[in-house]
Every structure is written in structure tokens, then in C-alpha cells.
């Protein structure tokens, strides 16, 4: 079956860095776009960046110039660089698939089930 395992979260003084690592598992034929997302308690899930299978990448606005998204197609891995980090970076962070095909069988918005970042003093 397939899975998606975040890596990376934890406790970063604001300023500092975390690099979050999201690795797909299975017996995996394709996967197109994947993504970050995060949500703060009491806030909706927002989008972070996101990446297509070939490269192209978007950003919210909240975090361009702070956070790098890169893939390791070979690997089936999403990479989250996140640098400068603020106390409003704070929340859950979901890595996502958006299409992933095994044999037949085909995966729409297949979510993880997060890694917690806290920036705090």
C-alpha cells in the first residue's frame, strides 16, 4: 500500500532553519504535483508550496523568499527548506500527493498525517 511519511518538525528558535522531508512508499508508477500545507489550531489548512513533476513551483505569499520546495523524483520525495523561521510559522505540516498511480489503481489528494513545527523563544 502506499504511504506518505513526513520527517523534520520539531522545536527552531525563530530564525532558525528546518528541513521537512515527505517520502511516498509503495509500488509507485507516477505522482504529478506535490505539495506542503499546514494548519494552525483554530485556523483553516493552507497551502505552503507545491511542486509539479516537472519542476514548476508556487508559493504562498507568507512564505516566498523564506521557504524552498524541491523533489527527488527518483526517490519519491518532497523537500520543504524552510529558513527565517517566525512564531507564525508555527502549525502542522501535511505533505500531499496530488495524483499518484500504483498498478491500476489511482490516488487523488492522498494527504500524510503531518509533522508539528513550533518556532518559539
Known amino acids: 500500500q502506499v504511504q506518505l511519511v513526513e520527517s523534520g518538525g520539531g522545536l527552531v528558535q525563530p530564525g532558525g532553519s528546518l528541513r521537512l522531508s515527505c517520502a511516498a512508499s509503495?509500488?509507485?508508477?507516477?505522482?504529478?504535483?506535490m505539495g506542503w500545507y499546514r494548519q494552525a489550531p483554530g485556523e483553516q489548512r493552507e497551502l505552503v508550496a507545491a511542486?509539479?513533476?516537472?519542476?514548476?513551483?508556487n508559493y504562498a505569499d507568507s512564505v516566498k523568499g523564506r521557504f524552498t520546495i524541491s523533489r527527488d523524483n527518483a526517490k519519491n520525495t518532497v523537500y520543504l527548506q524552510m529558513t527565517s523561521l517566525k512564531p507564525e510559522d508555527t502549525a502542522v505540516y501535511y505533505c500531499?500527493?496530488?495524483?499518484?498511480?500504483?498498478?491500476?489503481?489511482?490516488?487523488?489528494?492522498?494527504w500524510g498525517r503531518g509533522t508539528q513545527v513550533t518556532v518559539s523563544s
Open positions: 509503495g509500488s509507485i508508477l507516477s505522482i504529478n504535483a
Open positions: 511542486i509539479t513533476n516537472t519542476g514548476s513551483t
Open positions: 500531499k500527493v496530488d495524483r499518484l498511480r500504483t498498478g491500476s489503481i489511482w490516488y487523488v489528494d492522498y
